[in-house]
């Protein structure tokens, strides 16, 4: 089951300077496959990992991230500025209790946060890749994901778990892998996206693309575009938050206590907005935004993809979403349900109340937490008499 | 009552050839003050009407307009290729009848539909105002609005009515001019916009002057920023459907059949707007859109100013909103019905089911035209009882 890709690691660093870890894999001359037809490769995958793999290998938590997120899910190892994306979700007695299992974050290609994507050098040119980087799907970062998962010497994941495109990437685990994942935890997500869904990810690469200083994909000499990835990063963040938590937050609060007549920012969420445009163009590459955002309106998991009928059922599942949030409604969490109970999928789905809208699969940490903590036990429990071929059509003895 | 304002207006053109007249006022050497302190002039508006205004002069409907409309909101004259913006609620024996009623459709300062606005001559400087165009408010496009109505030699006003913006100039006029207005329809508005409104706002201001071709403004001798302009509309068109039309228009449909693996439209959503952002640039100027989006993120008549207390309340109100419209959602709606019952003025309120978002209230007609209609006739009816003093705190005679 371990892949014959030649590895390489990093040496292991100091504990409190850098956690963040790299694996490096290729299989010359061939590269990995991708859905589009092409090749990538050598590839190299961001991750870190937190608490102890146990020796029966059987506490693995694979925890995945949203578009804008990376490796570093939490601030386990100390010494960091950033405390991590899910810092209240991941440590010692915390939801993914890292006393307990051994929790890995891996980033996805594509991305600019240290895995291989369009800002990485193309070895066939040694420049940015840039729009010649392959474009991607959701499958095959997961492929990409698999190959980590194989070099850490695991077989089976006890659980794999994510928010947003986190939970597009745990479902798509449970559909490519199921053999390899006892359970799965798509929190805030969908099987697939709807027009709408598209229509954001749209505006947000027109934005991005409109800027004369995106040149095509071909800035990396010049600098990003700021302008657009920062007006595309704003669009973002509305979606994000609900009318009712952008009300308690802002209101119409102004920033300098009287309208400005002017095109200054007069209301606080627009200054609010400004800021987290231009501070986002510091750490996200403008073509990587591109490309994950294509590779989230490509995944399609409907139509009974996700449990191929005749594959045996492996996974069971604890779906999660949230009554306000409004870019990935609770239906789609109930389609996902749906499609698994129509094939008799050990499957519990709770939509809990929240005025965070989607933020809050990264900030409703009480009621998460004890549903997954829960869940993992149970999970955990049956572990052992798993055999890893599955049951068709049945539940978990 | 009537505007001692010098007032031009164009000769009466041939039917079918050119139906928008345009009236210009001034009153040298001031102009119109507006709510910034700063004045402007002269003014010009431009408007059309449907109908004959009767003898008693009491069968006069205004009807305003949204963001991006014009004077032309139906095709009643005829010969014309564009029908009109409410064309299917204005005519003989539609809502707006008429064979009934003389409809004014009145443009706003700020616009670029033939009106006086950012891209108009400054008499001062015989260039284009650009920034140099003073900031405004609802309030200051209703007192423009006013002397076109005086010019008109209409006292009273039997109904003000219209959707969106359309709809925060119908509450405007019946805030400013009580003992003018004897009916107002606000549909699918708010008595203020909300962080989130005002964060959509923002971002779509955030896109045009994120486009080098803006020029801070100054842009008139070199064309429009139309990449910047583009994205903007594009925001805008998201959040005028409901996720459940956009289902209806567009599902996952693909425009060529598979994937393009590029940065092409994949979706037919992605190519539907991309063909509204490109036809904006055509037909509406990008600091037009500026102000007139803060001009609506400026409105406020929250807190008691729409009818205030010890003010004649003149005005009868028919408040409408449509249940899938998540731009200005039905609980806003609620908001002016509370306010006004509260000072227990005579008000209707109906929410219609409708799975057209904001659009709604432009195509929506059936349901409109009853309600409308029935409610025109009634007010119609009270009219010759009213002195237009109003009834302090009482309903109508």
């Known amino acids: 089951m371990v892949s014959k890709f030649i590895k390489k690691e990093q040496a292991q660093p100091e504990a409190g300077v850098e956690i963040t870890r790299h694996f490096t894999f290729a299989y010359p001359p061939y590269e990995l496959l ?3 037809g092409e090749k ?13 793999l146990n020796a029966e290998k059987s506490n693995a938590i694979l925890v995945l991230h949203a578009l804008s997120g990376d490796a570093h899910a939490a601030d386990v190892h100390g010494g960091g500025d950033d405390p991590g994306w899910w810092n209240e979700m991941i440590g010692p007695g915390k939801g993914f209790d890292t006393n307990e299992y051994f929790v890995i974050c891996s980033n996805i290609i594509g991305g600019c946060k240290g895995s291989t994507g369009p800002a990485s050098l193309n070895p066939k040119t040694d420049r940015p890749y840039a729009l010649d980087f392959p474009f991607l799907t959701i499958a095959d970062m997961v492929n990409a994901q698999r190959h980590l998962i194989d070099h850490l010497g695991i077989e089976r994941l006890l659980c794999v778990a994510g928010g947003s495109m986190g939970g597009m990437q745990a479902l798509q685990w449970a559909a490519s892998y199921p053999e390899r994942v006892r359970a799965a ?10 027009p709408q869904q598209i229509a954001f990810n749209e505006v947000v690469r027109q934005s991005i693309m409109a800027d004369p200083a995106w040149r095509e994909g071909n800035y990396y000499d010049f600098g990003q575009p700021e302008k657009g ?16 938590s952008m009300e308690e937050k ?5 920033k300098n206590g009287a309208f400005s007549f002017n095109l ?10 400004r800021y987290r445009g231009a501070n986002f163009v510091k750490r996200f590459d403008a073509n990587s935004y591109l490309y994950i955002t294509k590779a989230m309106d490509y995944f399609n998991l409907s139509g009974g ?3 191929p009928t005749g594959k045996p059922i492996n996974t069971r599942f604890l779906v999660i979403s949230f009554q306000s949030d409004w870019l990935y409604p609770s239906y789609q969490s109930q389609d996902i349900v749906r499609e698994l109970k129509g094939k008799q999928v050990d499957i519990t789905y709770c939509e809990l109340k929240s005025t965070y809208g989607h933020d809050a699969f990264l900030v409703e940490v009480e009621e998460q937490t004890e549903l997954i903590r829960h869940f993992l ?13 599955g049951i068709k059509y049945g539940g978990f003895g």
Chains 1, 2 share one sequence.
Not at 236 to 241: A, K, L, R
Not at 250 to 254: G, H, I, P, T
Not at 264 to 273: I, K, R, S, T
């Open 34 to 36: 991708l859905e589009c």
């Open 40 to 52: 990538l490769g050598p590839i190299t995958l961001a991750y870190e990992t937190y608490g102890r």
């Open 185 to 194: 935890i798509p929190i805030a997500t969908a099987l697939k996206h709807s």
């Open 229 to 244: 990835l920062a007006v595309a990063r704003m669009i973002g963040h509305i979606t994000f938050m609900s009318d009712q």
């Open 250 to 254: 802002f209101s119409r609060r102004l």
């Open 264 to 273: 200054d920012a007069d209301f606080e969420v627009e200054g609010y907005l």
């Open 305 to 307: 993809k996700l449990i």
């Open 377 to 389: 036990g149970v999970t955990l429990k049956g572990y052992h008499s798993w055999n890893g071929q």
